[in-house]
């Protein structure tokens, strides 16, 4: 059933990277229970404007939770308290009248603030950069059904394949590792026959990237499975350190 | 302005081939030679990026996300096309370019979407050899689904996430390159102006969106794949940082800009729901293969659905088009919707939605069955209307989703200015006046992948490009204006803000020149948006500065374009004295409501020149010929 509620929030004000930032309070009155948690600050945001002040800056595009533009900690956990949900599809029915929400950006060294809720996260686009992909130039591929990959294979890849690169796995980790996004690439990758030629040398190149841009290790405290708003398994954390060892014990590459 | 669509000569079926073999190739060696700028990286321009940059050339790509990996085209749900017959229904490359052409309503050109059919297949490959994780049968083999407009199997499709994993894909193959030194990658960086030198598109100017630098970049060649202008109606499926401004600035420069009233309103979204809301969100087609269509027979029937017998309800899709049922056309689809609703019979608080009910298939499949196809968009409808569509019908209504209409281009998908080329959903080319389910991914990737590596090379092979630098004129003329213009929406401090603006643009969009116009209707429109676009001028308030991160000041420099182009929409809708595809006037239509074409009269590709700001453009026709199907009056019944 549609209500409003009132809320009180506390959202991280930061004008650049270099500058300090703190936590300001806004009050969001009459919100619909229908609206999306980025519909409220798009409201807020209104009113900003209107009042000669300056409106809080957030990434977003899609607002249908593909993109993985967007992203907060909400009340201390990334994209808010809902299973599965990035911020942008966590909706206002999920919060009580009365309530305070704080809201900060992601934090990790990898990943500066630009401003306010924005942060840079090209890092991770320099972790695909190392070896997230298959060495195929456009048109050398063969017929695509000549080779058969079981549905059950294909279904698993597509688990990992379903990463949506937003960074909430990073934001959430005690020690800002990028594992489990490293690891949904190299797992997607290596269960796929087109991907086995380079898997060795993939795992390899991406973890030392990763440990290069300052993202920490992982530690199992499986905070980013449970963070993830595609849910994917921290499985795919076990199947990169096959790969890595592997590759160690296998390859002459190290 | 003269339009020439360069079609190669000979039998339809061989164009491609002889074009291939005729245009002019630049030495491998001397690739690295040439600079080429993209905008964009949907799955037009990153495959683009990728592909010229495999071949050699220096590529330098721009995105205004963070990522080159967030462009809308991740956000496509149900499929991409390809003629590869895997079913043994009797598909073939003629087929899906017969289906393509007669659901754009014989408004696209025969040897462009012939070609698009022919490289159908290598985009699969292609896709398949990157690691895209497509769909699988329990052999192993590649699976398929159906669509609409089409009577084959011939959509493949990652869940409901396709755009997604397509576009992976392609950044993957884009990320390769940016390793070996191939491709400059620019994100964050927004095009504000193209700059033409002696007639031919030499550079770009960008506003880098973090520190606000106005910034030059020049190249031999431009490649714009910055998608379409739904959003010119504020409420859309596209994502909120859409815009036409990048092919606009183009316009204004010397493009031709054609049919840009060609709009597709998608049949199945979630219906709008709240003043407050921001965009919209897709239901995939894919789900009208299970699912039915259906309203309460009597207006005002304010029964829970489940209550209403089956006596009761009136499946009005398949009723009225037995052979195609659920599946026809978007534009066919959503026009009955309306109907329906216009009568009273519309459901929801709103009265503004049909049902699409999956009850017949989960009793038929079975729950896993269904959940397996569709689970992810069950799973974003009860996020969104916290109703679970396992048990209760979905509740859909149209809403504006793609844009058929866009720059104008040749056979080599160049535009009206030389050396400026245009892909994907930023074209007019493929999709004629509405455009068939899956073809979308199915077109930006033929355009990146398998088009563009050869007609650039036939254009920088055999063209002088005299050397330029960007302390030219045109280069620092180029950026005062764009400076200019960014000072000039800084400095009104007025009192509404820039949505306010764009969702009134929207809504007189969405009234006067959505799923049905009129010429009354358009021509007050067309008074509104110059009223609305005056006050915006005068009265719009944009916070902080030019030289930080400024989100609302992106947003007034789009707003700022749409209400220029928001009329332009309504000058094309105003000139086409017909009703093809998704145009509907309500003053040529056939008896049972359906779209009454004028081929005699209106045969033809309106392109439009610009003349200066609220000057009228100048209309030039490229009148299509059709040599190899026959033009009928659509039907799917």
């Not at chain 1, 967007?70 to 599809?89: D, F, I, M, Y």
């Not at chain 1, 030629?197 to 290790?217: I, Q």
């Not at chain 1, 993830?228 to 592997?246: D, G, Q, V």
């Not at chain 2, 089956?310 to 534009?331: M, Q």
Request: charged share 20%.
């Amino acid at each position: 059933m549609t209500k409003t509620i009132n809320l009180t929030l506390k959202i991280w004000r930061q004008k650049g990277s270099d500058t300090k930032g703190q936590l300001e309070t806004y009050h969001a009155g009459n919100i619909s229970t229908d609206m999306s948690f980025l519909e409220m600050i798009d409201i807020i945001n209104e009113q900003l404007t209107l009042d000669g002040k300056n409106p809080i800056s957030f990434d977003h595009d899609c607002r249908e939770g593909i993109c993985g533009m967007c992203g907060a900690v909400v009340n201390g956990r990334p994209h808010g308290s809902e299973k599965g949900t990035t911020l942008c599809q966590l909706h206002m029915r999920h919060f009580s009248d009365g309530d305070t929400v704080v809201i900060e950006p992601w934090r990790s060294k990898a990943f500066p603030v630009i401003k306010d809720l924005a942060v840079d996260r090209s890092a991770m686009d320099q972790i695909i950069q190392a070896g997230g992909y298959i060495s195929v130039n456009t048109g050398g591929a063969p017929e695509a059904n000549t080779t058969p990959i079981p549905q059950e294979t294909a279904e698993i890849a597509m688990d990992a394949a379903a990463c949506i690169g937003c960074g909430a796995c990073v934001a959430s980790c005690p020690n800002a590792s990028a594992m489990l996004f490293a690891g949904a690439k190299i797992s997607h990758l290596a269960l796929l026959p087109q991907g086995k030629p380079e898997a060795a040398k993939r795992a390899l190149a991406m973890v030392s990237k990763m440990d290069g841009l300052g993202f920490g290790n992982c530690a199992n405290e499986r905070e980013c499975e449970a963070e993830c708003p595609k849910e994917i398994s921290i499985t795919n954390i076990a199947r990169l350190n096959r790969e890595f060892i592997k590759a160690g014990f296998f390859s002459s590459i190290m | 302005m003269r339009l020439d669509a360069k079609i190669p000569g000979g039998p339809l079926t061989e164009k491609w081939d002889r074009h291939r073999f005729e245009l002019k190739l630049v030495n491998p060696a001397n690739k690295r030679n040439f600079d080429v700028i993209v905008v964009g990286t949907g799955l037009a321009g990153g495959s683009a990026s990728a592909s010229l940059a495999e071949l050699g050339y220096n590529v330098k790509t721009f995105c205004i996300q963070d990522s080159p990996r967030r462009a809308h085209s991740i956000a496509a749900q149900g499929g991409i096309n390809a003629a590869k017959n895997y079913k043994n229904e009797g598909d073939s490359i003629w087929r899906l370019f017969y289906d393509t052409i007669k659901g754009g309503d014989f408004r696209a050109r025969e040897a462009n979407v012939y070609r698009l059919a022919q490289v159908s297949n290598n985009i699969i490959d292609q896709c398949v050899s990157q690691g895209v994780p497509f769909a699988r049968d329990y052999g192993g083999l590649l699976a398929n689904r159906s669509f609409g407009g089409a009577q084959v199997s011939r959509t493949f499709y990652a869940r409901g996430q396709t755009g997604q994993q397509l576009l992976l894909g392609a950044y993957s193959a884009l990320m390769r390159q940016v390793a070996d030194g191939q491709v400059t990658i620019f994100p964050r960086r927004e095009m504000l102006d193209i700059v033409v030198i002696n007639g031919q598109a030499r550079g770009i100017v960008v506003r880098n969106l973090i520190t606000g630098e106005i910034e030059t970049h020049p190249a031999h060649a431009v490649v714009l794949s910055t998608g379409g202008y739904a959003n010119t109606f504020f409420l859309s499926t596209n994502a909120m940082g859409c815009n036409v401004s990048a092919i606009f600035k183009a316009y204004k420069k010397g493009a031709g800009f054609s049919n840009p009233c060609f709009t597709q309103i998608h049949p199945t979204c979630i219906p709008v729901h709240g003043t407050y809301q921001s965009k919209l969100t897709l239901m995939s087609e894919s789900l009208r293969n299970d699912g039915r269509v259906w309203v309460p027979k009597n207006p005002g029937d304010k029964r829970s659905p489940r209550q209403i017998p089956e006596s009761e309800r009136d499946y009005y899709l398949e009723r009225k088009y037995p052979s195609f049922g659920n599946l026809v056309p978007r534009d066919v689809a959503s026009r009955s919707s309306k109907h329906q609703c216009d009568q009273g019979k519309g459901v929801g608080n709103t009265g503004l939605a049909v049902y699409l009910d999956f009850a017949d298939a989960i009793k038929r499949d079975g729950k896993s069955v269904i959940e397996q196809k569709y689970g992810n968009l069950f799973e974003m409808y009860e996020k969104i209307t916290a109703e679970d569509p396992y048990e209760t019908p979905m509740m859909t209504y149209p809403a504006v989703h793609y844009t058929m209409g866009g720059l104008y281009v040749d056979y080599n998908l160049m535009s009206t200015i030389d050396g400026l080329f245009v892909l994907g959903e930023a074209n007019f080319s493929d999709h004629g006046a509405n455009r068939l389910g899956a073809s979308a991914l199915m077109q930006g990737l033929a355009d990146g992948y398998f088009i563009i590596p050869y007609t650039i090379g036939g254009y920088l092979a055999g063209t002088p490009l005299p050397e330029i630098n960007t302390s030219r004129q045109a280069f620092l003329d180029a950026a005062q204006t764009a400076k200019d213009r960014t000072t000039k929406l800084l400095s009104i401090n007025g009192n509404r803000t820039v949505d306010y603006y764009h969702r009134k643009l929207g809504l007189i969009m969405w009234d006067y020149c959505g799923m049905t116009r009129n010429d009354h209707g358009l021509m007050m429109a067309r008074k509104m948006i110059q009223e609305l676009r005056e006050e915006f001028w005068e009265n719009v308030i944009v916070p902080g500065a030019n030289e930080e991160f400024n989100q609302s000041l992106e947003r007034a420099g789009r707003v700022a374009d749409f209400l220029e182009f928001g009329e332009l929409m309504i000058i094309d809708a105003l000139a086409r004295k017909e009703s093809c595809g998704c145009h509907f006037n309500e003053a040529y239509q056939t008896e049972e409501n359906e779209a009454k074409r004028d081929d005699d009269n209106f045969k033809y590709v309106a392109t439009w020149e610009f003349k200066g700001y609220e000057k009228e453009p100048v209309l030039h026709k490229e009148h299509l010929a059709f040599e190899n199907v026959e033009l009928t009056q659509r039907s799917y019944k």
